[in-house]
């Protein structure tokens, strides 16, 4: 509920690397916020240490409740990374409930989240899901000065036992429910033998991932003679009796800067549309969540003609008000520094058939949104550092 209707308070806290949305009480909106920096400097220090700072925060919501988060997701899920959209791009929703520095439901969906930001948008099933396996054991050690990672994946060798890994060709396809645990699995045993003992070309295969070239086509490049079966054959033996390296270093987190702020009516309806739409592309029932998503924005426009994620979700995604190119005149001139409110004049500019005004207003959201990502290509993990 909102807390018009006797719901939680809802603030927006932003730090150097997140917006984080929550209905937590500020005490611990405030130390969730802390931990997300310290677990991503931990995460960054492991895999992307040598790479450029992503200028694009991460947006989280933290729900305060698990009855909360079954209203977007199924109960089977802890958390998500939901992927980015035209319309937006992308955000981490995580329970309250979650402990954050040692979970690793936190750690998974913050390593898909910032492969995302640092350029591996085009990498195959087996490297999103294996790498966030791979880094969600990540830890800290003595007292904090230090962060270990690569450690074994109990859950993953308990499913490995039980099924043996799956077939190298399964692999590059999105998995069946049925067939998750053992997909997830073996992709992380894939990405941990490739970081330890094939890292040259493993990060060569990372880098060239923004080429446009299919991964498995990528693969076979990289990998000359590498078949399925021998890829199956390796990672039998290396389960079976491999050498698993286990990395760390000295660690120093950042201090960051936070900012806080109570969210109005309008803004926490926009950000619940907001949580619907983007669970609308994963939801079971999509017909009723596309219908919250539009209950909250038509709620949120009420209140605030101008709420960026409610006027999103209507027009960019239930692709209602299209037309209206007085209001997207308007939208632009409220939140100017938004690519999607000049997706949202772009569109309506075209709906007007004003086509040259609409290439400007479209160019400019594109060359804004390359800004905000930096124009990341692919920046590949790989060890840098002492293992025991």
Same mark, same amino acid.
């Given at each position: 509920?909102?807390?018009?209707?006797?719901?939680?308070?809802?603030?927006?806290?932003?730090?150097?690397?997140?917006?984080?949305?929550?209905?937590?009480?500020?005490?611990?909106?405030?130390?969730?916020?802390?931990?997300?920096?310290?677990?991503?400097?931990?995460?960054?220090?492991?895999?992307?240490?040598?790479?450029?700072?992503?200028?694009?925060?991460?947006?989280?919501?933290?729900?305060?409740?698990?009855?909360?988060?079954?209203?977007?997701?199924?109960?089977?899920?802890?958390?998500?990374?939901?992927?980015?959209?035209?319309? #937006?791009?992308?955000?981490?929703?995580?329970?309250? %409930?979650?402990?954050?520095?040692?979970?690793? %439901?936190?750690? *998974?969906?913050?390593? #898909?989240?910032?492969?995302?930001?640092?350029?591996?948008?085009?990498?195959?099933?087996?490297?999103?899901?294996?790498?966030?396996?791979?880094?969600?054991?990540?830890?800290?050690?003595?007292?904090?000065?230090?962060?270990?990672?690569?450690?074994? #994946?109990?859950?993953?060798?308990?499913?490995?036992?039980?099924?043996? %890994?799956?077939?190298?060709?399964?692999?590059?396809?999105?998995? $069946?429910?049925?067939?998750?645990?053992?997909?997830?699995?073996?992709?992380?045993?894939?990405? *941990?033998?490739?970081?330890?003992?094939?890292?040259?070309?493993?990060?060569?295969?990372?880098?060239?991932?923004?080429?446009?070239?299919?991964?498995?086509?990528?693969?076979?490049?990289?990998?000359?003679?590498?078949?399925?079966?021998?890829?199956?054959?390796?990672?039998?033996?290396?389960?079976?009796?491999?050498?698993?390296?286990?990395? #760390?270093?000295?660690?120093?987190?950042?201090?960051?800067?936070?900012?806080?702020?109570?969210?109005?009516?309008?803004?926490?309806?926009?950000?619940?549309?907001?949580?619907?739409?983007?669970?609308?592309?994963?939801?079971?029932?999509? $017909?009723?969540?596309?219908?919250?998503?539009?209950?909250?924005?038509?709620?949120?426009?009420?209140?605030?003609?101008?709420?960026?994620?409610?006027?999103?979700?209507?027009?960019?995604?239930?692709?209602?008000?299209?037309?209206?190119?007085?209001?997207?005149?308007?939208?632009?001139?409220?939140?100017?520094?938004?690519?999607?409110?000049?997706?949202?004049?772009?569109?309506?500019?075209?709906?007007?058939?004003?086509?040259?005004?609409?290439?400007?207003?479209?160019?400019?959201?594109?060359?804004?949104?390359?800004? $905000?990502?930096?124009?990341?290509?692919?920046?590949?993990?790989?060890?840098?550092?002492?293992?025991?």
């Amino acid at each position: 509920m909102c807390p018009q209707e006797g719901g939680p308070v809802w603030s927006e806290w932003r730090t150097t690397h997140f917006r984080i949305v929550t209905d937590l009480e500020a005490p611990k909106a405030e130390q969730t916020a802390q931990s997300f920096e310290l677990v991503r400097d931990a995460l960054v220090f492991a895999a992307w240490h040598r790479e450029p700072d992503p200028p694009l925060p991460i947006d989280v919501v933290v729900l305060s409740s698990r009855a909360a988060m079954l209203a977007v997701l199924p109960a089977y899920v802890e958390g998500a990374f939901i992927s980015p959209e035209p319309w #937006h791009d992308g955000l981490v929703l995580l329970s309250g %409930t979650t402990p954050l520095e040692g979970s690793e %439901t936190v750690k *998974h969906e913050l390593v #898909h989240a910032l492969a995302w930001r640092f350029g591996l948008r085009n990498a195959p099933p087996w490297l999103m899901e294996g790498l966030a396996v791979y880094l969600s054991t990540t830890h800290f050690a003595d007292g904090g000065r230090r962060v270990a990672y690569g450690d074994a #994946h109990m859950r993953s060798l308990r499913t490995l036992a039980n099924t043996g %890994t799956l077939d190298f060709d399964e692999l590059w396809r999105r998995p $069946d429910l049925a067939d998750s645990a053992c997909f997830y699995a073996t992709s992380w045993l894939l990405v *941990h033998y490739l970081y330890n003992h094939r890292a040259d070309a493993f990060r060569i295969y990372q880098t060239r991932l923004s080429s446009g070239k299919a991964p498995r086509a990528l693969w076979d490049e990289v990998f000359p003679g590498w078949s399925a079966d021998s890829v199956s054959a390796d990672l039998n033996a290396y389960l079976d009796g491999g050498n698993f390296y286990r990395y #760390h270093a000295e660690f120093a987190p950042s201090a960051p800067i936070i900012k806080s702020k109570v969210l109005s009516h309008a803004a926490v309806h926009g950000w619940r549309a907001l949580l619907f739409g983007l669970a609308s592309a994963h939801a079971n029932r999509r $017909d009723e969540t596309l219908a919250l998503a539009a209950q909250e924005a038509s709620t949120a426009l009420t209140a605030d003609p101008f709420e960026l994620q409610a006027t999103l979700i209507q027009r960019l995604l239930l692709r209602q008000n299209t037309d209206d190119l007085v209001g997207a005149r308007r939208l632009v001139e409220h939140h100017s520094r938004s690519p999607r409110a000049w997706l949202v004049l772009g569109q309506a500019l075209l709906a007007a058939h004003q086509d040259a005004e609409a290439n400007v207003a479209l160019t400019r959201a594109a060359a804004m949104i390359e800004a $905000d990502i930096g124009g990341a290509k692919p920046g590949a993990i790989r060890p840098a550092q002492p293992h025991e």
